[in-house]
C-alpha cells in the first residue's frame, strides 16, 4: 500500500466515525423527546377524562341524594367516560370508577337527604367521600406515568 493513501484514508474514516456519531447523538435525542412529548399527551389525556368523570359522577352522586329516580342521560354520561377511561387507565382505576357509581346507583334506593342533612354531610367531609378512592388511584396512577 503507498504511504500517501494512508492519512487520506485515515481522514476518510475519521470523518465516517464522527459523522455516525453525530446522526447516532442526534437520533437519540429526537427520540428521547419525542417519548416526552408522548407521555405528557398521554397524561394531558387522562387528566381531561378523569376530571370529566369526577364532575359527571359528583352531580350523579349530588342528584341521588336528593331524588329517587335517576337521571338516564347522567347514568349515560357516566358510563361513556368509564368507557373512555377503560381504553388508557389501569383495571384499577376502572374499579374505582364503577364502584363511585355504584354507590351513586345505591344511594338513589335510600332515602333522600333534606337540606339539613346534606349540610350535615358537607360539614363531616363524607360528601365527597365516593370519589376518594377514585382520585386518589388516578394520582397514583399518573404519577407512574414518566418518561424513561
Given at each position: 500500500?503507498?504511504?500517501?493513501?494512508?492519512?487520506?484514508?485515515?481522514?476518510?474514516?475519521?470523518?465516517?466515525?464522527?459523522?455516525l456519531t453525530?446522526?447516532?447523538?442526534?437520533?437519540?435525542?429526537?427520540?428521547?423527546?419525542?417519548?416526552?412529548?408522548?407521555?405528557?399527551?398521554?397524561?394531558?389525556?387522562?387528566?381531561?377524562?378523569?376530571?370529566?368523570?369526577?364532575?359527571?359522577?359528583?352531580?350523579?352522586?349530588?342528584?341521588?341524594l336528593i331524588?329517587?329516580?335517576?337521571?338516564?342521560?347522567?347514568?349515560?354520561?357516566?358510563?361513556?367516560?368509564?368507557?373512555?377511561?377503560?381504553?388508557?387507565?389501569?383495571?384499577?382505576?376502572?374499579?374505582?370508577?364503577?364502584?363511585?357509581?355504584?354507590?351513586?346507583?345505591?344511594?338513589?334506593?335510600?332515602?333522600?337527604?333534606?337540606?339539613?342533612?346534606?349540610?350535615?354531610?358537607?360539614?363531616?367531609?363524607?360528601?365527597?367521600?365516593?370519589?376518594?378512592?377514585?382520585?386518589?388511584?388516578?394520582?397514583?396512577?399518573?404519577?407512574?406515568?414518566?418518561?424513561?
Amino acid at each position: 500500500m503507498n504511504s500517501t493513501y494512508l492519512p487520506a484514508i485515515a481522514a476518510l474514516a475519521g470523518s465516517a466515525v464522527g459523522g455516525l456519531t453525530s446522526f447516532m447523538a442526534a437520533w437519540f435525542t429526537q427520540h428521547r423527546q419525542d417519548h416526552a412529548i408522548r407521555v405528557a399527551q398521554d397524561r394531558a389525556r387522562r387528566q381531561k377524562v378523569y376530571g370529566k368523570f369526577i364532575d359527571e359522577a359528583s352531580k350523579l352522586y349530588a342528584d341521588s341524594l336528593i331524588h329517587d329516580k335517576a337521571e338516564v342521560a347522567a347514568l349515560v354520561s357516566v358510563y361513556a367516560l368509564i368507557s373512555r377511561m377503560r381504553v388508557v387507565s389501569s383495571v384499577a382505576v376502572i374499579e374505582k370508577a364503577e364502584a363511585v357509581v355504584r354507590v351513586s346507583i345505591d344511594t338513589y334506593f335510600a332515602p333522600n337527604k333534606t337540606f339539613p342533612e346534606f349540610r350535615q354531610l358537607m360539614n363531616s367531609h363524607l360528601l365527597g367521600e365516593p370519589l376518594r378512592a377514585f382520585s386518589e388511584e388516578c394520582r397514583a396512577e399518573l404519577n407512574n406515568i414518566q418518561p424513561r
